[in-house]
């Protein structure tokens, strides 16, 4: 079992920065591959980025490549997401999860989902 709380979201004028937090319980952090995905108003819930359990393998969508960063630190049992060149369009809640196994880009195959943190950008 793995309980996740994101933070770090807020309001930020295009252009700006954002780096969320995603904090995990249990021992086991370490193992599962962590994603980030973001859900705007009306919108499917869509793939952000992924890591994998050993932080070695880091995956984006072509939306934010360039401009996102995700990292972890498994001994502090948190993931990250750094947000740079921010844009009106990324408003959204953003929203970690945990999967065991292969790392995938389908939110549907994550086992674990935080409550979301609110990211929105003003033009």
């Known amino acids: 079992q793995v309980q996740l709380v994101e933070s770090g979201g807020g309001l930020v004028q295009a252009g700006g920065s954002l780096r969320l937090s995603c904090a995990a319980s249990?021992?086991?952090?370490?193992?599962?591959?962590m994603g980030w995905f973001r859900q705007a108003p009306g919108k499917e819930r869509e793939f952000v980025a992924a890591?994998?359990?050993?932080?070695?393998?880091?995956f984006y969508a072509d939306s934010v490549k360039g401009r996102f960063t995700i990292s972890r630190d498994n001994p502090k049992n948190t993931v990250y997401l750094q947000m740079n060149s921010l844009k009106p369009e990324d408003t959204a809640v953003y929203y970690c999860a945990a999967k065991p196994g292969v790392w995938s880009d389908y939110a549907h195959r994550y086992s674990y989902w935080g409550q979301g943190t609110q990211v929105t950008v003003s033009s």
């Open positions: 249990g021992r086991t952090f370490s193992s599962y591959n």
């Open positions: 890591i994998t359990w050993t932080g070695g393998s880091t």
